[in-house]
Nanobody, 118 residues
């Protein structure tokens, strides 16, 4: 059964850093685009960063220069390094695996809470 297992969320002060990790099970990891999304209270779920099967990256404008997405195909993991965190980054962060072109194979983790507050 497909599983995406997230870790690394928590409480951090403004300006601090966190590293989120996602481990994928029971998929051919190397052929999936992997992404991190977030959802804050009262807002839509939004793309934060994506890394394709070819290791091309896409970032939301509000995280460019602060966040970095990476993948390790040998370990079936994707990570999100978050630096210079701001209170507006507070949200539940979700790991996503998306197959192209067979979008029916689209999986989500359970989410991990990131809270940025002093």
């Amino acid at each position: 059964q497909v599983q995406l297992v997230e870790s690394g969320g928590g409480l951090v002060q403004p300006g601090g850093s966190l590293r989120l990790s996602c481990a994928a099970f029971d998929i051919i990891f190397s052929i999936y685009n992997m992404g991190w999304y977030r959802q804050a209270p009262g807002k839509q779920r939004e793309l934060v960063a994506e890394i394709t099967s070819g290791s091309n990256t896409n970032y939301a404008d509000y995280v460019k220069g602060r966040f970095t997405i990476s993948r390790d195909n040998a370990k079936n993991t994707v990570s999100l390094q978050m630096n210079g965190l701001k209170p507006e980054d507070t949200a539940v962060y979700y790991c996503n695996a998306r197959h192209v072109p067979y979008s029916i194979y689209n999986h989500w983790g359970q989410g991990t809470q990131v809270t940025v507050s002093s």
